[in-house]
């Protein structure tokens, strides 16, 4: 089955600064990565996703690379904010009816 | 994130006792799972569904039930097998197809252990 591997575990950061969240899967059949942040004491929720006929995807001040070959994608925010703070998982996936399997998370904290 | 919800928010159970926690969404999506989640470990399958009257189990099903009796519903039941089962529990919904996997997650429920 999928296994993915998801660091660092906790990343502290200044606000402004940037921050990249890193995973790496093992199937190389998984063609959808999704992305979910989960505020404190709330639901997780998909931030963004990407497929693997594309090699980076960006919405805003966070962007999505994904390299096919090495097995691996991250996640980049850009001029961090506070309200940025959050647990953000990782999932891998062959798409349609494939189960996603999960990160471990990364517990991101922006320093105001 | 609208459209699925769990209840209770917190429950509490004692030793034995098997307790059940709800999982409704009104999204009309096919698919729905139930996700454990304790810190530092991510969030773990116990069990999915991707139709009625149909279920799998997932990498941590020891220990708990689950049933599909409806589209809308997929109620999980920690059984007194269950040895350690204080951890926030999450349920998710999805459209089930290749046009859409995203995954949309209940608010949670919280179990303790008196």
């Known amino acids: 089955g999928e296994n993915v591997e998801q660091h660092p575990s906790t990343l502290s950061v200044q606000e402004g600064d940037s921050a990249v969240i890193k995973c790496t899967y093992s199937?190389?059949?998984?063609?959808?990565f999704p992305w979910y942040k989960q505020e404190l004491g709330k639901r997780p929720q998909l931030i963004i996703d990407i497929r693997s006929n594309v090699g980076e995807k960006k919405d805003q001040r966070i962007a999505v690379t994904l390299n096919k070959t090495a097995k691996h994608f991250s996640l980049h925010i850009t001029e961090t904010q506070p309200e940025d703070s959050a647990v953000y998982f990782c999932?891998?996936?062959?798409?349609?009816?494939?189960?996603?399997?999960f990160g471990r998370g990364t517990s991101l904290i922006v320093h105001p | 994130d609208g459209g699925i919800t769990q209840s209770p928010k917190y429950l509490f159970r004692k030793e034995g006792q098997n307790v059940t926690l709800s999982c409704e969404q009104n999204l009309n999506h096919d698919a729905m799972y139930w996700y454990r989640q304790d810190p530092g470990q991510g969030l773990r399958l116990i069990y999915y569904?991707?139709?009625?009257?149909?279920?799998q189990k997932g990498d941590i099903a020891e220990g708990y039930s689950v049933s599909r009796e409806k589209k809308e519903s997929f109620p999980l039941t920690v059984t007194s097998a269950q040895k350690n089962p204080t951890a926030f529990y999450l349920c998710?919904?999805?459209?089930?197809?290749?046009?859409?996997?995203?995954?949309?997650f209940g608010p949670g429920t919280r179990l303790l252990v008196l």
């Open positions: 999932a891998a996936s062959q798409g349609g009816s494939y189960i996603p399997t």
């Open positions: 199937d190389s059949a998984s063609n959808y």
């Open positions: 998710a919904s999805s459209r089930d197809s290749g046009r859409d996997e995203t995954q949309y």
């Open positions: 569904s991707q139709i009625v009257n149909d279920f």
